[in-house]
């Protein structure tokens, strides 16, 4: 029953302007990202971690080099922990995005929507899936393993192992950098943490509370 650490790349600049990177090349941590990278490291410099994966792209590499580093661990790059392929509206703005007729698509029915020109949101939790019950046979019980990822995998895969229907994992929140703990096993799974912020403040919070975006607002300028 091994124990999953979920970990969200840090900021980017496209975070921040609300913009959707999907795939896009050289997407990096920017000063935000890189502190909350070194603060995971800070954090979990002391965990029994065995090993550490990441999706290949450049923001989620980049967020677990130093935890790798002092650790002394190899980072896996792993395909199937890549960020939804949004195709069409890589690189777009939010607040153009929401515009279009096809947003309440998918914000309402997200396991019928497919991004035009890329992978359906279903089929992003199916791979999402395949590699933990890869990694779950993989590894014993209690070993620890971090998995660095993207906001929108990382709610669906929770949302399939707490048996939350996939039209409702935008409920979830999961911030730049954070940690969401997992246990998976045969018999059933526990969320142990969800959406940790080694950084959080009340000060912090109380922002996120004034901020009071829309639940689809909140789903999508969060993601990626």
């Not at 650490?5 to 890189?34: A, C, F, S, W």
């Not at 359906?120 to 393993?145: G, K, N, P």
Request: with cysteine.
């Amino acid at each position: 029953m091994p124990i999953f650490l979920l970990i969200r790349h840090g900021e980017t600049d496209y975070n921040k302007k609300m913009l959707l990177p999907g795939r896009l090349p050289g997407v990096h941590l920017n000063k935000k990202g890189q502190h909350q990278s070194r603060l995971l490291a800070e954090a979990l410099n002391a965990a029994p971690i065995h090993a550490i994966y990441s999706s290949p792209l450049e923001r989620t590499m980049e967020t677990a080099e130093p935890l790798a580093k002092v650790l002394q661990l190899e980072v896996i790059p792993t395909p199937g922990l890549l960020e939804t392929d949004c195709g069409e509206w890589q690189g777009q703005a939010v607040k153009k995005l929401r515009r279009q007729k096809i947003w309440k698509s998918v914000q309402q029915h997200p396991s019928l929507f497919h991004f035009p020109g890329g992978e359906m949101i279903a089929e992003c939790q199916h791979r999402m899936v395949q590699v933990f019950e890869t990694l779950r046979m993989q590894y014993s019980t209690q070993d620890l393993v971090a998995c660095f990822s993207h906001s929108d995998p990382i709610k669906q895969v929770v949302s399939y192992y707490l048996g939350l229907p996939l039209d409702n994992y935008q409920r979830l929140t999961i911030t730049t950098g954070s940690v969401t703990v997992l246990q998976i096993s045969e018999d059933g799974s526990r969320l142990i943490l969800l959406n940790h912020d080694p950084s959080f403040t009340w000060d912090s919070f109380q922002v996120l509370l004034q901020n009071k975006p829309s639940p689809s607002t909140k789903a999508k300028s969060s993601s990626q």
